[in-house]
T-cell receptor, first 111, second 109 residues
């Protein structure tokens, strides 16, 4: 299995609190992604990174920020969680013309 | 705009049937990915291809660059093949993945 792990795997948090999800890879892949998956919407890109300190927005970036200070770590932060951010979050890694690998997913519930 | 379209959205078949899932995309892809997600499960890469055909067990993926089309075939389908199958494309100059909406496959014993 590719070396990509997400933490935490499950989290319940209260509305208005900050939340950080972590994605860690050992593959040295250039590209890292955060997606959310909701019923009826499939996978939607939140943010992605194409190198250390190089990030860009995806289609559903409002309310989220990211940071990548090292090749192996990509953090997703919800500055002030809302119920609409209850979802399953997936991290993925890929390189140019390489397979994509996904983390196990993080189930986040905002109450 | 780079887009990826999948069909059908839902597919139900009897065990043993030959399954085909289709994916069409815009010009200029660098690679086309097929992914699988079992209910409540993680997402697994099945294939990555930029030309021709690849086979792994009962799964076959093909791509036709001229027609901008890829297919995923499953031979001798089995209930354990029941899952959501997703195609995704990366494009030259912007390698981030663009996903199709997925095909939910159900194989009935």
């Amino acid at each position: 299995d590719a070396g990509i792990t997400q933490s935490p795997r499950h989290k319940v948090t209260e509305t208005g609190t900050p939340v950080t999800l972590r994605c860690h890879q050992t593959e040295n892949h250039r590209y890292m992604y955060w997606y959310r998956q909701d019923p009826g919407h499939g996978l939607r890109l939140i943010h992605y990174s194409y190198g250390v300190k190089d990030t860009d927005k995806g289609e559903v970036s409002d309310g989220y920020s990211v940071s990548r200070s090292k090749t192996e770590d990509f953090l997703l932060t919800l500055e002030s969680a809302t119920s609409s951010q209850t979802s399953v979050y997936f991290c993925a890694i890929s390189g140019v013309r390489t397979e994509a690998f996904f983390g196990q997913g993080t189930r986040l519930t905002v109450v | 705009k780079n887009e990826v379209e999948q069909s059908p959205q839902n597919l139900t078949a009897q065990e043993g049937e030959f399954i085909t899932i289709n994916c069409s995309y815009s010009v200029g892809i660098s690679a086309l990915h097929w992914l699988q997600q079992h209910p409540g499960g993680g997402i697994v890469s099945l294939f990555m291809l930029s030309s021709g055909k690849k086979k792994h067990g009962r799964l076959i993926a093909t791509i036709n660059i001229q027609e901008k089309h890829s297919s995923l075939h499953i031979t001798a389908s089995h209930p354990r093949d029941s899952a959501v199958y997703i195609c995704a494309a990366s494009y030259f100059g912007n390698e981030k993945l663009t996903f199709g909406t997925g095909t939910r496959l159900t194989i009935i014993p």
